[in-house]
């Protein structure tokens, strides 16, 4: 059976059915309404109010790329200038092709791009340098607990050393679901009260933050990706097998 037309074009044959609307759509007219429901999501929330300086939280994976092409696109309708912040936990082979990617984005879109280290941040202590005094102590699960720490840390050393006013970060829609279940599995009342909302204002002089990725599915993410020919990083953390993430995941 031929693909149906495009629901919004009516003219390219479509090449995905949305879960959420039923609408059969072409790859371009997909990416244009994925667009549109970031823009309503940042326009809706007040989230990045205009001449805000944001910095992208950019790690090379599927999300962030996703996350800096569409707020490129929006940038201009938004009034805001965008500046990539990349961190370096410091794990070897892994994060140097992440960083790779994260480079090549910022060169193709014409992007500002920092990077900041853990090892420069945190008295020359890595993540490779943390696994390593954690083996044989039976917590090695916490290895990536340890890591979200760091890292919400050094994003916001990066982001203020770039002058940003607000930063951003990837998290989808799958990531916030599994955020929710990992919350309530430990029992977590306090973290799971205050999970709602599409970011965090800035309390205690942290910069306000944001997910303008939040209410997109990671199915669709992965298909904005495909459509726009996004270069992206794709292997998973050597750290993450032993995450509790993957644990609720599963």
Same mark, same amino acid.
């Given at each position: 059976?031929?693909?149906?037309?495009?629901?919004?074009?009516?003219?390219?044959?479509?090449?995905?059915?949305?879960?959420?609307?039923?609408?059969?759509?072409?790859?371009?007219?997909?990416?244009?309404?994925?667009?549109?429901?970031?823009?309503?999501?940042?326009?809706?929330?007040?989230?990045?109010?205009?001449?805000?300086?944001?910095?992208?939280?950019?790690?090379?994976?599927?999300?962030?790329?996703?996350?800096?092409?569409?707020?490129?696109?929006?940038?201009?309708?938004?009034?805001?200038?965008?500046?990539?912040?990349?961190?370096?936990?410091?794990?070897?082979?892994?994060?140097?092709?992440?960083?790779?990617?994260?480079?090549?984005?910022?060169?193709?879109?014409?992007?500002?791009?920092?990077?900041?280290?853990?090892?420069?941040?945190?008295?020359?202590?890595?993540?490779?340098?943390? +696994?390593?005094? =954690? *083996?044989? /102590?039976?917590?090695?699960?916490?290895?990536?607990?340890?890591? $979200?720490? %760091?890292? @919400?840390?050094?994003?916001?050393?990066?982001?203020?050393?770039?002058?940003?006013?607000?930063?951003?970060?990837?998290?989808? +829609?799958?990531? =916030? *679901?599994? /955020?929710?279940?990992?919350?309530?599995?430990?029992?977590?009342? $306090?973290? %799971?009260? @205050?999970?709602?909302?599409?970011?965090?204002?800035?309390?205690?002089?942290?910069?306000?933050?944001?997910?303008?990725?939040?209410?997109?599915?990671?199915?669709?993410?992965?298909?904005?990706?495909?459509?726009?020919?996004?270069?992206?990083?794709?292997?998973?953390?050597?750290?993450?097998?032993?995450?509790?993430?993957?644990?609720?995941?599963?």
């Amino acid at each position: 059976m031929p693909a149906p037309q495009c629901f919004s074009c009516h003219a390219a044959r479509a090449a995905l059915r949305r879960p959420r609307s039923g609408q059969a759509l072409c790859g371009p007219c997909f990416c244009t309404a994925f667009e549109a429901e970031v823009l309503h999501t940042v326009l809706a929330g007040s989230l990045l109010p205009p001449g805000a300086v944001v910095a992208v939280g950019a790690s090379g994976g599927k999300d962030s790329t996703v996350l800096a092409h569409v707020l490129r696109e929006l940038a201009p309708r938004l009034g805001v200038s965008l500046r990539l912040v990349a961190v370096d936990e410091g794990i070897g082979g892994y994060r140097d092709a992440a960083r790779a990617a994260v480079r090549r984005q910022a060169a193709r879109w014409d992007l500002p791009l920092t990077v900041v280290a853990y090892a420069d941040l945190f008295e020359g202590w890595t993540m490779d340098a943390v +696994a390593r005094s =954690m *083996a044989g /102590t039976g917590r090695s699960r916490a290895c990536c607990t340890f890591c $979200g720490v %760091l890292r @919400r840390r050094a994003l916001e050393e990066g982001a203020r050393l770039v002058g940003a006013t607000h930063i951003v970060t990837g998290h989808n +829609a799958d990531d =916030m *679901a599994e /955020t929710v279940l990992m919350n309530f599995l430990r029992g977590d009342a $306090g973290r %799971l009260a @205050r999970g709602g909302g599409l970011g965090s204002r800035g309390e205690g002089g942290a910069l306000p933050r944001c997910r303008p990725l939040q209410l997109a599915s990671q199915k669709e993410v992965v298909l904005y990706a495909h459509f726009r020919r996004l270069d992206y990083f794709s292997e998973e953390c050597v750290y993450a097998p032993e995450a509790f993430r993957g644990h609720a995941r599963d």
